[in-house]
């Protein structure tokens, strides 16, 4: 029986596949992508019609589910459970593909 407990354990190199995420609520969910994106709790707290403190205390529930101490962390485990790169290091095509 060991053996199928270890199927359903999430690999090392995707640490988002963790019970955390799921366990998120949806509106710490939405609180978590707007945290991708870079904004404030200010702009969340606008952005969603709640305020800076709901935002907070969102944010410090899913912290406590994700097992993070930080927004990047976060962020990062949002990321890697799309299986995207951070917005920041996607790159769009240049000029050098189009025909001369």
Do not use: W, Y
């Not at 991708?36 to 912290?63: M, P, Q, W, Y």
């Amino acid at each position: 029986m060991a053996s199928s407990n270890k199927a359903v354990e999430p690999s090392p190199a995707s640490p988002a596949a963790g019970p955390g995420l799921a366990s998120l609520t949806r509106r710490e969910r939405e609180v978590l992508e707007l945290v991708t994106l870079g904004l404030s709790n200010g702009e969340i707290a606008r952005h969603l019609f709640i305020s800076d403190g709901t935002v907070r205390k969102h944010l410090e529930n899913a912290f406590a589910k994700l097992g993070v101490h930080s927004r990047t962390q976060a962020a990062n485990l949002m990321v890697a459970a799309r299986e995207l790169p951070p917005l920041r290091t996607r790159t769009t095509a240049g000029p050098s593909c189009h025909a001369t």
